[in-house]
Each structure stands twice: as structure tokens, then as C-alpha cells.
């Protein structure tokens, strides 16, 4: 029997499969369909403390091989998904959900981590600290002095499970400087990664999306072996209590079968699922099956961050 169930924090999911925040999670309505497909579990939108409309649209442009976007962080605020959560774990005591959130501002992350901490959520949550697309705010895990200050904070108050987005990093020393910082702390998992930031996309003599002159967020097929390259970078670098979510071009099962060797223990889809609906769930998951009963493994556990290399 080929099983892809995990687990994350002690917290058991039947699939390893689930949407990537920002994707099929804005609404009650998309957080159901999501919870009732073959996902694994749902990460929400990503929450600020009130509720934003986001950038002018066009701001979301499918393209072959992925995607383009800056939203701007769109969401109907804390209140309206920690609410939600909060009854869902009544409803279904068995599951688990990620709670996706960030501040505008430093001070705003701490009020609303704060909230969630005092509240009685018992979910994990996603602090989302790679969001390229706010205009005129830089995204903090660029920058690792302000990255190890807000975690040094949060952990002083902060003691329910805990993990943060990424965004992809491109160099060996980014690397070893992000995973140096993260060791110090109590992180339950790091997800990598968000969209490549800032990329072009042209139609004709266009850009395709409306803020930014057309600068956006790449997601899809194009940043696969980005997302595979921060996931197994921090995978040989973290301690092994922090786990790692890979998200980033995953199309087909091998593209999870390729996350799950780099060292992932949980795979998210964004653009994929965005074009495809939660069909592409089961899709995927089946996909995936059947490159492990080909290959004999029977849990993500047989060929998890087992990749090999050539000597
Ligand atoms: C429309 C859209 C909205 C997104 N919004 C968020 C968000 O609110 N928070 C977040 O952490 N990532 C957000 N992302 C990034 C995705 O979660 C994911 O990291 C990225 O798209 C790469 O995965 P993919 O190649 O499967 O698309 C968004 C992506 C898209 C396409």
C-alpha cells in the first residue's frame, strides 16, 4: 500500500498535498472546497490586520509556463480566517490548517501574532515573511538583520507552532546566513518558496498586469528548480526540528516526487492549482503514487531527502 500521508509538528495529514496561500484560500467558500478535495489540509490567504483590497487589476496574468502577479495582499483580515479556523477545529478536532498571516509593519505582525497566541487556535501558523509585492515595502527575509530581530521578538511571546514563508534565495552564502539566523529559534518549518519576485512579462509590446508597470511575482513552471534548490539548501542546513514545505512549480507528481527528495515534508501548489481548480489534487496525488509503487516506496518516509549525487 503507496500512502502519502505526513506530518508536520506531530500533526498528521492523510496527503501531503495542499494549496500554496494566496491560491483557491481568499474566501470561507475557496477554504472549503480546498479542505473538501484530496488535499492534505488548506493555508489561508494571507492575513493582515484588516482587511485590503490589494492592487488595481489587472494584477494576476496566467502564462505557459506560469504565472505573474502582484496582488497585494487582498485579504478580508485577521478576524474573518482566525474565526474561521477557531470553529473548524470544533467541527473537525482531527484535522489541522495553517493560518497564513503578516503585519504592514513590524509593530502590526506582533499585534497579530499576539491575537492568534491569546487566541484559542490550535492550528499551525504560516508568518509569511517574503511578500514582494507590497509597493514600498521591502520583504523582510531579504534583509536578515531585521529577519533575526522579529523572530528574536516573537519567540519572547509567541509559544503555539510556528513557521515562516521564504523567498527564494540564489546565492550559497544567503543560504548559509538565513539558516544560521532560523537555528537560533524554535521554528517548527520553513516554507520555500514564494514567487520569484519582480519578473517581466510581455504580450505584443505590453506588460500583462496593471501595478508595478507590469513587475510581478513569477509562479509555475519556471521556478521549479529554484523552489528545489532552497528546499534542499535548508534541508542540509536547518536542525532537523524544522521542517521543510516545498512550494514552487509543481505541476505533476514528479514535480512532487522531486520536492519531497530534496527533503520536503509537505507540498503546496499555487499556480498550478490556480489554473487547474482542486482537481489537480487528486490528479497529483495519484501521479505521485504511482512513481512510488514504480519505485517500491511505500511512505514519503522511503525517499524523503534522499537525493542523490553524482561523486
Ligand atoms: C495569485 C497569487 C497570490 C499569492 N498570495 C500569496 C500570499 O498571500 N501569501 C504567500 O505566502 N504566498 C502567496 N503567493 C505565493 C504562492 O503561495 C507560492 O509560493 C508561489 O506561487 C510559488 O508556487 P507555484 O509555483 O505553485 O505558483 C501567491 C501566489 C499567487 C499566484
Do not use: W
Amino acid at each position: 500500500m503507496v500512502s502519502t500521508k505526513t506530518e508536520i509538528a506531530g500533526f498528521e495529514f492523510d496527503n501531503c498535498l495542499m494549496n500554496a496561500a494566496g491560491v483557491a484560500c481568499m474566501t470561507i467558500e475557496e477554504l472549503e472546497e480546498v479542505k473538501q478535495s484530496s488535499a492534505g489540509t488548506f493555508v489561508t490567504k494571507t492575513a493582515t490586520l484588516e482587511a485590503r483590497q490589494g492592487n488595481p487589476e489587472p494584477r494576476y496574468h496566467d502564462v505557459p509556463l506560469g504565472s505573474i502577479n502582484s496582488m497585494g495582499l487582498p485579504n478580508h483580515g485577521l478576524d474573518y480566517y482566525l474565526n474561521y479556523l477557531l470553529e473548524l477545529q470544533d467541527k473537525e478536532p482531527d484535522r489541522t490548517f495553517f493560518l497564513s498571516l503578516v503585519g504592514m509593519s513590524p509593530e502590526e505582525t506582533h499585534t497579530i501574532l499576539k491575537k492568534v497566541q491569546e487566541s484559542d487556535f490550535r492550528g499551525l501558523t504560516e508568518l509569511n515573511l517574503s511578500c514582494p509585492n507590497v509597493p514600498g515595502k521591502p520583504q523582510i527575509a531579504y534583509d536578515f538583520e531585521t529577519t533575526d530581530k522579529i523572530l528574536s521578538e516573537v519567540f519572547a511571546y509567541f509559544t503555539k507552532p510556528l513557521g515562516i514563508k521564504l523567498p527564494p534565495y540564489f546565492d550559497i552564502v544567503h543560504f548559509d546566513q538565513a539558516a544560521a539566523i532560523f537555528n537560533q529559534y524554535p521554528l517548527k518549518f520553513v516554507n520555500c518558496v514564494n514567487s520569484v519576485g519582480n519578473g517581466l512579462y510581455i504580450e505584443d509590446e505590453s506588460v500583462v498586469i496593471r501595478p508595478k508597470n507590469g513587475f510581478g511575482g513569477i509562479g509555475g513552471e519556471y521556478i521549479k528548480p529554484t523552489a528545489l534548490a532552497n528546499v534542499h539548501a535548508f534541508y542540509q542546513r536547518l536542525k532537523p526540528e524544522i521542517q521543510i514545505i516545498g512550494t514552487g512549480g509543481v505541476l505533476t507528481g514528479r514535480d512532487a516526487f522531486e520536492h519531497i527528495l530534496c527533503g520536503a515534508s509537505m507540498v503546496e501548489i499555487g499556480t498550478t492549482l490556480h489554473k487547474e481548480g482542486v482537481a489537480a489534487f487528486e490528479r497529483i496525488t495519484n501521479e505521485l503514487k504511482e512513481i512510488m509503487a514504480e519505485k517500491g516506496y511505500e511512505s514519503l518516509e522511503d525517499f524523503r531527502g534522499k537525493l542523490k549525487y553524482i561523486d
